[in-house]
């Protein structure tokens, strides 16, 4: 994985801060490749720099990741060269039957590295560094060895949830059980359904007389105070569906493909967790709805020595499109890069987050979810229940 940057408490940083820690991104590659159109022979950059498109030096330590995950039609190619040169074009190029054809071009950041946001393709691919100047001296032309997704990933679980119910390895979770910071909330097997190809978990408020005096009673035994003061936002089912006991893995990139509710007052997450609970969770993304100050987060949630939970994470401020309405109606695709270095978090391709912190080395297992706290039931408009969570996949890549 390239080298991972620390990033520090929830919502600090600022969107030009973020960017300026991203992977080589510059002007309009901060969303998407600097794209130029294919060349098929040598060609010249912009400025007059030769494209090279025959044969090219390989570059001491220079390095080629090529991500597995599809984010609707693009995959993300990481370049990184040993000796960085901020500014230095490089192009990425992928093999034809009539030889290399570039399809992008970026510059190294400060770090070396240069990222690319390609159609997705079953290729192989390089990244030249070109011709540069640093000061009297000119670099000559460096290349990348050449790589494929293929060639550095393995998908090792997919589940495009097909059929009208939920199947192994997934399960519901925590039925019918209440704890904090959720006494008037729980997971019920009704609030997950299939349809098309699709798996929806939803929120809806309990309507039961009988349940939510029951559930009132219980909160306010649990929070030591009256029924009366219980509950006052009132009583929700929920969903959540996981895979415990049944799929856990180590390290991997771990990617969704979801559509997120509107709505606030809840939060739908992707999330990875540890069979006995005392390690790392793992928040692949959680959303609070459109207009919430937390929006779109990735979240890790170490424990320190006394058991208490920890926060460390981020709110996604280099996406701009999250503060549009139409943005929530349509599918996104997150991801999380796990290694034994860290994380990085991508959305729609995007890199929003990377830590070397919390890292856990331990199995984890899947779960999907949506859920109403207590704390944030205030914000409900509950004339706009039900609301759902739709997951098109969920899929799991691991190292080769």
């Known amino acids: 994985m390239p080298e991972l940057r620390h990033r520090t408490s929830l919502g600090a940083l600022t969107a030009a801060a973020v960017l300026s820690l991203m992977t080589g991104c510059t002007g309009a590659a901060a969303g998407g490749a600097a794209s130029s159109p294919p060349r098929s022979a040598a060609a010249t950059a912009s400025g007059s720099t030769t494209v090279p498109l025959g044969d090219v030096p390989t570059g001491s330590d220079a390095t080629l990741a090529v991500g597995p995950v599809p984010y609707d039609g693009k995959t993300v190619v990481v ?7 901020p500014g230095r074009p490089v192009s990425l190029q992928k093999q034809t039957d009539a030889g290399w054809v570039e399809v992008a071009q970026n510059n190294e950041n400060k770090n070396g590295r240069a990222e690319f946001h390609p159609d997705a393709e079953q290729v192989s691919y390089r990244a030249v560094a070109l011709d540069f100047a640093v000061g ?3 670099h000559t032309a460096v290349s990348t060895p050449k790589a494929s997704a293929s060639d550095q990933w ?4 997919n589940d495009g949830f097909v059929g009208s119910t939920l199947s192994a390895p997934f399960a519901v979770r925590a039925a019918n059980e209440y704890w904090a910071p959720r006494y008037c909330a729980a997971s019920v097997p009704s609030m997950v359904s299939l349809s098309d190809g699709l798996l929806s978990l939803g929120v809806d408020q309990v309507t039961s007389q009988a349940k939510q005096k029951q559930v009132r009673a219980n909160a306010a035994r649990a929070n030591g105070t009256s029924v009366a003061k219980a509950c006052t936002d009132g009583v929700y089912d929920n969903a959540m569906v996981g895979t415990h006991e049944r799929y856990l893995f180590t390290y991997g990139v771990v990617a969704a493909r979801v559509k997120f509710p509107v709505q606030r007052g809840m939060h739908a997450a992707v999330w990875l967790k540890t069979a006995d609970g005392k390690d790392v969770e793992i928040d692949v993304v959680e959303s609070f709805g459109f207009g919430s100050k937390l929006g779109i ?3 890790l949630h170490p424990k320190n020595a006394a058991g208490d939970r920890l926060d460390e994470g981020t709110s996604v401020s280099n996406v701009p499109e999250v503060s549009d309405e139409d943005w929530w109606n349509d599918f996104h695709t997150v991801s999380v890069e796990w290694s034994s270095s860290g994380y990085v978090f991508r959305l729609d391709g995007v890199e929003t987050f990377r830590t070397t ?3 856990s080395k331990v199995p984890h297992f899947l779960v999907l979810s949506l859920q109403t706290s207590d704390y944030e039931t205030n914000r409900l408009d509950q004339s706009k229940l039900p609301a ?8 799991v890549w691991q190292e080769l």
């Open 154 to 157: 393995k998908r090792v679980f």
């Open 357 to 359: 912190e919390a890292t």
């Open 79 to 85: 370049a990184t060269f040993a000796q960085a040169m």
């Open 136 to 138: 009297s001296t000119t």
């Open 297 to 299: 987060q990735h979240m």
């Open 388 to 395: 759902s969570f739709v997951v098109d996949w969920v899929r």
